[in-house]
């Protein structure tokens, strides 16, 4: 189970922690826990500012009475709980002032920027279990470094599987195989390490990451298969599109890994596509459920094999894009234009969401974050291969994402295009492969909302 920093905010958020704690009692546990809210980017702000000694002195204040409030809170006062808790905040903050330092000393490099965002989950997660033990529950602090072995990308580390399998058989498997129910295993979300010690981070949705790793891992080198991943969020699951564009948005109960790594990949913040690598190869299962509600017997997301084929599962839209169009004649039969755009953007770290291409070759469009765009375009230019052939154009556009078998048919295609008829709203670009179960499409910013209601209203009167 992971655990965000919303559910970990207070005393009454740890208390519902311990009611989940007796609902699954009979379950052997392994929480993964995220820092509270706030504070992963306080600690980045800290780093990036080191020479401001006064943002340094209140940046460490304010982290410092967060934890020490929630200690507060959940602790009696002079408990041996509450007096490790703070001893632990303490002794975690000295060794951040002691990293900043030596950030004013070498400069911030992506080795210091992880090893000083560590520390949000490194409080967050003992704090939790010091909790776990006033409530007089077996619980053992592990820190994911210890076990979670990682390439050595700081800022989004990707997990070394068999290093990782191998820490996990040695450090957890043989209590977990041994120990009683009331056991629980409380590790560190969001980090790991690389091959030489050093801390990394897991990027964004790393805590979930974290989870779904090691459920991946037990998987592997654990005798038990019957694993499951539940993420605590503060929504009731997966919607079908975001209530900010249509309030009566429905719930997805049931979805499979390949329908929900599309919808998350497009706009779905509760749930990042590479939390569902870890699971898929082995059908772990993921539950999204909502923190408030822990009871909750049906209104939740089950990720698993499992999904019906006969529905659209979901719209998700990509608000701020570019789409960069070049245009030749002389791109016609030649080959590797497309490997030298791709060269080009791989070279300067842009991502590219979306590819169109005409039959013919002579126009070649891709889309790329909006905030990427300047620099795709300068690359572009600055190429002599592109800048003395090629008409080069850019314009911000917004993408609609429609996820589900259901878009394989080409009836269902049929009523989007009719549905965006009504209000001649104009797409500049389609794109979806042979054997996706997702249809993108390219239309201008100010469309997006219209485009989205007329598309939601159309195809759920069939769902």
């Known amino acids: 189970m992971k655990f965000g920093g919303s559910c970990l905010q207070n005393e009454e958020a740890f208390n519902k922690i311990y009611e989940i704690t007796k609902i699954y009692e009979n379950e052997k546990k392994i929480y993964v826990a995220s820092a509270f809210n706030g504070i992963t980017d306080l600690l ?15 940046n460490i204040a304010i982290i410092e009475k967060r934890h020490i409030d929630v200690i507060e809170e959940i602790f009696e006062e002079d408990s041996s709980h509450y007096i490790k808790a703070k001893d632990w905040v303490d002794k975690n903050l000295s060794e951040l002032e002691d990293i900043l330092e030596d950030i ?18 490194i409080l967050s997660t003992y704090i939790l279990n010091e909790f776990l033990h006033s409530k007089n529950l077996d619980s053992v602090y592990i820190p994911a470094n210890k076990v979670i072995i990682t390439d050595d990308n700081f800022s989004n580390a990707y997990p070394l599987y068999q290093l990782t399998n191998n820490r996990v058989k040695n450090k957890i498997i043989p209590l977990l195989e041994n120990m009683n129910k009331d056991f629980i295993f409380c590790v560190t979300g969001f980090i790991g390490r690389n091959k030489i010690g050093y801390i990394t981070t897991l990027g964004r949705g790393g805590s979930d990451y974290t ?21 605590w969020k503060d929504v009731d699951g997966l919607l079908a599109i975001n209530p900010n564009y249509v309030p009566q948005a429905s719930l997805i109960k049931n979805i499979d890994y390949t329908e929900a790594k599309e919808i ?15 699971l898929e190869k082995n059908k772990i299962p993921l539950e999204i459920r909502n923190f408030d509600n822990p009871d909750e017997k049906f209104n939740f997301t089950m990720v698993s094999e499992h999904s019906d084929k006969d529905q659209i599962k979901g719209i998700s ?57 300047e620099k795709a375009i300068n690359a572009l230019k600055n190429s002599e291969y592109f800048d003395v052939f090629y008409r080069i154009k850019a314009e911000n556009v917004a993408i609609i994402n429609i996820t589900g078998s259901k878009i394989l048919e080409n009836k269902t295609k049929a009523k989007i295009f009719e549905a965006l008829d009504k209000q001649n709203i104009y797409v500049k670009a389609i794109s979806q492969s042979s054997d996706e179960l997702n249809l993108s499409i390219v239309i201008n910013q100010e469309n997006l909302i219209d485009a989205i209601k007329l598309i939601h209203n159309d195809l759920w009167e069939e769902n």
């Open 44 to 58: 980045l702000n800290t780093a990036k500012n080191v020479n401001n000694e006064k943002q340094i002195d209140n």
């Open 264 to 278: 998350a990949n497009f706009g779905a913040k509760v749930l990042h596509p590479k939390c569902l690598e870890a």
């Open 317 to 373: 839209a990509m608000e701020d894009a570019t789409i960069i169009t070049i245009t030749s004649g002389s791109m016609v039969d030649v080959p590797g234009v497309l490997a030298k755009i791709f060269k080009l953007m791989g070279k300067n770290k842009i991502s590219v969401s979306l590819v169109s291409q005409s039959a013919s070759e002579i126009s070649t469009s891709y889309v790329v974050k909006k905030e990427d765009a």
């Open 211 to 231: 989870a779904t790793i090691l459920a991946h891992s037990l998987y592997e080198v654990g005798k038990e298969k019957d694993i499951k991943v539940i993420l």
């Open 104 to 121: 004013k000393e070498f400069g911030l490099e992506p080795y210091y920027v992880d090893y000083v965002s560590s520390f949000g989950e």
